[in-house]
């Protein structure tokens, strides 16, 4: 059974810095890994879908690179702005032919002006 | 539509009584899904539609939940003798692609 574990929780940084989501998933026989931004009372918004054969994607000022040998995966944010204040959530299926998806509770993003 | 579409937005109901949450996926999607999410946790997994059959209905909590998606495309979740515990967000996500899932705006079911 898949398990996803999202460290950390919270996370407060000033405007501007840089800064690394980590993403730990205990069945690395996956095909793919996304992460989703979800923003208060609202749906999630797919950011990055990794496929297993890459190492990483990218997107604007976001970049998420996938380890599955280690079971890992991170999302870096660049040049970090208030807009990017959110709840970041990883999300990770079961082995090959298992559909659902399993997600980790999230880090929520607060970017302080 | 240009995305999916989820409705009501909100739903009060009083405990014991029956609802039914409404999914439009995006036009052509084959894969529907629907999941729940309490505050504070990330989304689990209810139900998986491929077509308009249930590949895979693991994650529905009890027999009181059931889904349906007669015609491979709107999916209707229902809930029936609600209980306080059911309140939560509930999410429904479409894809055409394996391992994509674009989500809707939710419902958030509030049983008092």
């Known amino acids: 059974k898949q398990e996803v574990t999202q460290i950390p929780a919270a996370l407060s940084v000033p405007e501007g810095e840089n800064l690394v989501l980590n993403c730990s998933f205990t069945?690395?026989?996956?095909?793919?890994l996304q992460w989703f931004r979800q923003d208060p009372g609202k749906g999630l918004t797919s950011l990055l879908l990794?496929?297993?054969?890459?190492r990483e994607q990218t997107s604007g000022r976001l970049n998420a690179s996938l380890d599955k040998s280690s079971g890992r995966s991170t999302l870096y944010i660049a040049a970090s702005q208030p807009g990017d204040s959110a709840t970041y959530l990883c999300?990770?299926?079961?082995?090959?032919?298992?559909?659902?998806?399993?997600f980790g509770t999230g880090t929520r993003l607060t970017i302080i002006p | 539509g240009a995305g999916v579409s989820q409705t009501p937005s909100n739903k009060v109901t009083e405990k014991g009584k029956y609802v039914e949450l409404r999914c439009d996926p995006i036009?052509?999607?084959?894969?529907l899904y629907w999941y729940r999410q309490s505050l504070g946790q990330g989304p689990e997994f209810l139900i998986y539609?491929?077509?308009?059959?249930?590949?895979?209905d693991s994650g529905l909590p009890n027999d009181r939940f059931f889904a349906v998606r007669p015609e491979g495309s709107v999916s209707t979740l229902k809930i029936q003798r609600t209980e306080r515990g059911d309140s939560a967000v509930y999410l429904c996500?479409?894809?055409?692609?394996?391992?994509?899932?674009?989500f809707g705006q939710g419902t958030r079911l509030t049983v008092v």
């Open positions: 996500a479409s894809s055409l692609y394996r391992g994509q899932a674009f």
């Open positions: 069945d690395s026989a996956i095909y793919n």
């Open positions: 990794i496929q297993s054969s890459q």
């Open positions: 999300a990770a299926p079961g082995s090959f032919g298992n559909e659902k998806l399993t």
């Open positions: 036009s052509g999607h084959t894969a």
């Open positions: 539609f491929q077509g308009t059959g249930a590949a895979d």
